[in-house]
């Protein structure tokens, strides 16, 4: 049986960053990353909207405050270094009422306690940086807000994965843990230490190790459409003020890398982990256990998901999703927005006791694993200081 010191579970960005920082602490460890897929970037960390985070919507406590800002440094510095293209295109938070102004007040406040730049434009500022832009009397300019093509970065990274000796399996999945070596699809595996960054999958593995007994995911389809007049290209990303007590930011304008934009992503209820299109890669228990934890929340205990669930399912509707994307840019027309782009899905982690959405980054583990459960937006922004901080906790009693 092949022996580790370090085996990592999933070489999403946070699964390549911890197997890099753990490289740089404990040069001489034999460490091994497994993989499901035939290739890196499959899941979340290759279908994201690829915005590098400035770092204002998260309260001061919590653990996505800790990490955007020097993440956001820290990846924007990488990029340069290693000529991965990156544009540096800011971002406008727009406001459509009253009620947003008062969120964008908060996220004020919130970009103050994080040390973040984040400026009070008038209407008028705001169109001198994008001169289609919508708001009700004033919006928020984030002038570090950055995108990239997450593809580029992650193959970079497999890159530095691969020079430094650490090997990468792939097409290898996870089955079970027998207390002291995992079962793979490829046999049985031993490690002295154990890190689960499964992505989707993070809390079934986690419970196999006695771990995520709290908790499961419930994932969340983003959709977004492609915008295809080439006159319409807008000079930075502009986003609504988000309902500050879910996790995701609304349906918004994204730049991408070469210069055009989409709009989305939705966050629809998925009915199984990898719902990405029709059928494909349907699992009866998933659909099961997911439709039961979805309806309950639906039926019983949680108006913010009730709401959230009937007003995303709309979104499935191209009309709706660009009446929203509308009320933030001038000149945003059906026509324009007929392609949909490659979806992604969201592992959001369900606390089944609270009946609530997390909103922070959760971790657990104990001397033998360690389990990085709710590595949501804005996780690929936050990978190299939030991998920094899982390696400081290898072998530690943790419940985070
Ligand atoms: C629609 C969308 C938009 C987003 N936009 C942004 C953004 O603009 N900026 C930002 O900072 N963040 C964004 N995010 C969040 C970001 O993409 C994620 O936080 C991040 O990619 C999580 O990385 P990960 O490594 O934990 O997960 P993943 O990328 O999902 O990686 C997990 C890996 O584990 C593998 N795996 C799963 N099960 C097994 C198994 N049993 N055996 C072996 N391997 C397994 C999977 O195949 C996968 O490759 C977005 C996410 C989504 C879905």
């Given at each position: 049986?092949?022996?580790?010191?370090?085996?990592?579970?999933?070489?999403?960005?946070?699964?390549?960053?911890?197997?890099?920082?753990?490289?740089?602490?404990r040069?001489g460890?034999?460490?091994?990353?497994?993989e499901k897929?035939?290739?890196?970037?499959?899941?979340?960390s290759g279908?994201?909207?690829?915005?590098?985070?400035?770092?204002?919507?998260?309260?001061?406590d919590?653990?996505?405050a800790?990490?955007?800002?020097?993440?956001?440094?820290?990846?924007?510095a990488?990029?340069?270094?290693?000529?991965?293209?990156?544009?540096h295109?800011?971002?406008?938070?727009?406001?459509?009422?009253?009620?947003?102004?008062?969120?964008?007040?908060?996220?004020?406040?919130?970009?103050?306690?994080n040390?973040?730049?984040?400026?009070?434009?008038?209407?008028?500022?705001?169109?001198?940086?994008?001169?289609?832009?919508?708001?009700?009397k004033?919006a928020?300019?984030?002038?570090?807000?950055?995108v990239?093509?997450?593809?580029?970065?992650?193959?970079?990274?497999?890159a530095?994965?691969?020079?430094?000796?650490?090997?990468?399996k792939?097409?290898?999945?996870?089955?079970?843990?027998?207390?002291?070596?995992i079962?793979?699809?490829s046999?049985?595996?031993?490690?002295?230490?154990?890190?689960?960054?499964?992505?989707?999958?993070?809390?079934?593995?986690?419970?196999?190790?006695?771990?995520?007994?709290?908790?499961?995911?419930?994932?969340?389809?983003?959709?977004?459409?492609s915008?295809?007049?080439?006159?319409?290209?807008?000079n930075?990303?502009?986003?609504?003020?988000?309902?500050?007590?879910?996790?995701?930011?609304?349906?918004?304008?994204?730049?991408?890398i070469?210069?055009?934009?989409k709009?989305?992503?939705t966050?629809?209820?998925?009915?199984?982990?990898?719902?990405?299109?029709?059928?494909?890669?349907?699992?009866?228990?998933?659909?099961?256990?997911?439709?039961?934890?979805?309806?309950?929340?639906?039926?019983?205990?949680?108006?913010?998901?009730?709401?959230?669930?009937?007003?995303?399912?709309?979104?499935?509707?191209k009309?709706?999703?660009?009446r929203?994307?509308?009320?933030?840019?001038?000149?945003?027309?059906?026509?324009?927005?007929?392609?949909?782009?490659?979806?992604?899905?969201r592992a959001?982690?369900?606390?089944?006791?609270?009946?609530?959405?997390?909103?922070d980054?959760k971790?657990?583990?104990?001397?033998?694993?360690?389990?990085?459960?709710?590595?949501?937006?804005?996780?690929?922004?936050?990978?190299?200081?939030?991998?920094?901080y899982?390696?400081?906790?290898?072998?530690?009693?943790?419940?985070?």
């Open positions: 049986m092949d022996k580790y010191e370090f085996v990592i579970i999933g070489a999403g960005i946070i699964g390549l960053s911890v197997a890099l920082e753990i490289r740089k602490k040069p460890s034999k460490i091994l990353i497994i897929e035939e290739s890196v970037g499959c899941h979340a279908r994201n909207s690829g915005v590098l985070h400035a770092g204002f919507y998260y309260t001061a919590s653990l996505k800790k990490f955007t800002r020097l993440g956001n440094e820290y990846l924007k990488y990029c340069s270094k290693k000529n991965i293209r990156i544009n295109c800011g971002k406008l938070v727009v406001t459509k009422d009253e009620a947003d102004l008062n969120s964008l007040n908060e996220l004020f406040l919130r970009a103050e306690k040390k973040v730049v984040f400026q009070e434009y008038s209407l008028s500022q705001a169109q001198k940086i994008e001169p289609r832009v919508l708001t009700y004033k928020g300019w984030s002038p570090n807000t950055s990239v093509n997450p593809n580029e970065v992650l193959k970079s990274l497999v530095d994965v691969e020079a430094s000796g650490i090997s990468i792939y097409n290898v999945q996870y089955k079970a843990f027998d207390g002291k070596s079962l793979t699809s046999g049985p595996v031993q490690s002295d230490f154990y890190i689960n960054t499964a992505g989707l999958y993070a809390d079934k593995i986690a419970k196999d190790f006695g771990f995520s007994q709290n908790f499961t995911i419930l994932p969340f389809k983003g959709l977004y459409l915008c295809t007049s080439k006159n319409k290209k807008l930075t990303n502009i986003y609504p003020v988000p309902n500050l007590n879910n996790p995701f930011l609304g349906v918004h304008h994204t730049i991408t070469d210069g055009s934009s709009i989305g992503p966050a629809i209820p998925a009915f199984w982990r990898e719902h990405y299109d029709g059928l494909q890669r349907f699992n009866l228990s998933e659909f099961a256990s997911i439709t039961k934890e979805e309806m309950r929340l639906f039926f019983n205990s949680d108006p913010t998901f009730r709401t959230l669930a009937f007003e995303e399912i709309k979104k499935y509707s009309k709706k999703l660009v929203e994307a509308a009320l933030q840019a001038s000149g945003v027309d059906l026509k324009d927005y007929q392609v949909w782009c490659k979806p992604g899905i959001q982690l369900l606390n089944v006791k609270t009946k609530k959405l997390e909103m980054f971790i657990e583990g104990d001397s033998k694993s360690l389990h990085v459960l709710n590595a949501v937006s804005p996780a690929f922004t936050c990978s190299q200081p939030f991998s920094e899982i390696c400081e906790l290898i072998g530690q009693e943790v419940k985070i």
